[in-house]
């Protein structure tokens, strides 16, 4: 017998290692690794997204006093990327003031994030699309958002209240407008503030100012298309975007707000739901994408399709655009019930032929900026022109894909030009569609 032990004595150590690799803890065996962070901060809400090798595992929970949320990584290594995220966040951060990070426990990354007041968290995980691998995103969004585009619409209202005599209330847009109808009622009417001196009290007073909603493509954690050297889609889009508010801004009678205002990322339905709560007049959605061959060149605009696309090209340019929310980051959990009841069928209203209306006269425009990929209006099922009471159009300034329109939508003076074609195809859509424009103004008898 105790031959036989001594034959299988080294089989004791053997099991001994065994067993104590069994009870290692996970963490100590392989820790996941964070490949890269990324932060977004915006005033509707600021955005940390964590790339890793595998999925994350994570807890999320909140502190008071002073306001805190934490999020414990479990099998994480404190990798210089976790310590650069700190590093990112600064004081232009209207949600977060501070972020902490280092190994609470064994196992256990803590990440900290001081509040400068009560926020509402959004924390999920995505699936690799792209070039991108397994992410954790947290959204930090304020407990009581305010639309900050609707207040400032709002305050053009109260500011800038219109008198106009006419009986068909006909907003004046632009005495240079091509296509304007003099009217002789309404020659001598002030274009703001007080009745004209005839005495005659006008028969309608128009309360809100026509609001055009601008909407910048892509953003933030999408960046959209990108051209040979680097010009990023989201960053042309917001540049042109802004030209044309400011363009707009300066017409009597008209005020343009932005969907997005910096380097953030908005899901397609929320662009939408933005549009709605405005109560913009119209929606104008620009992007600058990319195809599938270098040669292709050219602007166009898109209106709705219902039953499909006009050509190949329009059905992979949706097709991608529809997949921003994949890039991007959405979180399923949440569904917009408001946005479900709205989207009725397009066909019952008349949105789509003012939309058409719209991209024609636009399309007009840029024929003057550049040569248009398709000499007509195309449609397609971009999900973004789904406002069923909004005429909605998309414009694609040019293909980023193609080197030389690359080298134009990176030029200042060229944004510029463009931005100036769609502001002037807006006025003569409101030129020769002046019924459109008042069944959307809040007029008081």
Not at 144 to 162: C, H, I, Q, R, T
Not at 263 to 270: G, N, R, S, T, V
Not at 279 to 288: G, K, P, R, T, Y
Not at 347 to 355: F, P, V
């Amino acid at each position: 017998m105790s031959e036989s032990i001594a034959r299988y004595h080294w089989l004791i150590p053997l099991r001994h290692a065994v067993t104590a690799l069994c009870l290692t803890p996970l963490w100590a065996m392989a820790a996941n690794t964070i490949n890269d962070v990324r932060y977004w901060p915006a005033n509707d809400y600021s955005r940390l997204t964590l790339e890793s090798a595998a999925p994350l595992h994570y807890k999320l929970f909140t502190l008071s006093n002073p306001e805190r949320l934490v999020i414990d990584l479990e099998d994480v290594d404190n990798t210089p990327a976790m310590q650069d995220l700190t590093s990112k966040i600064g004081t232009n951060d209207p949600w977060i003031a501070k972020l902490r990070a280092g190994i609470n426990r064994p196992g256990v990354l803590r990440l900290v994030l001081d509040l400068r007041g009560e926020v509402k968290p959004s924390v999920f995980t995505l699936k690799p699309v792209g070039n991108y691998g397994n992410r954790l995103v947290l959204d930090v969004y304020p407990a009581k958002p305010a639309d900050a585009a609707a207040a400032s619409v709002k305050s053009g209202e109260n500011s800038d209240k219109l008198n106009l005599a006419q009986s068909d209330a006909q907003p004046r847009i632009d005495d240079n407008m091509p296509g304007k109808v003099n009217d002789p009622a309404t020659d001598d009417m002030p274009t703001t503030g007080k009745p004209a001196k005839s005495g005659k009290k006008p028969a309608f007073e128009v309360t809100r100012l026509i609001t055009v909603a601008i909407d910048a493509g892509h953003g933030g954690e999408d960046p959209g298309a990108h051209g040979a050297d680097g010009t990023l889609e989201k960053n042309v889009t917001l540049a042109v975007a802004k030209r044309v508010k400011a363009k707009i801004d300066n017409i009597e009678n008209m005020r343009a707000v932005l969907t997005r205002d910096s380097d953030y990322f908005i899901p397609l339905a929320e662009r939408v739901n933005k549009a709605r709560r405005l109560n913009a007049d119209l929606f104008v959605s620009i992007h600058a994408d990319a195809f599938v061959r270098p040669d292709a060149r050219g602007s166009s605009v898109f209106t709705l399709s219902e039953h499909g696309a006009t050509s190949a090209a329009a059905r992979w340019l949706a097709k991608s655009e529809n997949d921003a929310d994949l890039v991007g980051g959405v979180n399923v959990g949440v569904k917009d019930k408001n946005l479900a009841k709205t989207l009725i069928d397009l066909s019952q209203t008349a949105t789509n032929n003012d939309s058409r209306r719209l991209a024609s006269s636009v399309l007009t425009q840029l024929s003057e900026v550049n040569r248009l990929h398709k000499g007509e209006v195309e449609q397609a099922g971009f999900a973004v022109l789904k406002a069923p009471d909004i005429p909605s159009i998309l414009v694609e300034t040019a293909f980023i894909s193609n080197p030389e329109e690359e080298k134009r939508l990176a030029d200042n003076a060229y944004q510029d030009k463009l931005a100036t074609a769609i502001v002037d195809g807006i006025k003569r859509y409101f030129a020769s569609n002046p019924a459109t424009a008042r069944s959307k103004l809040a007029i008081r008898e």
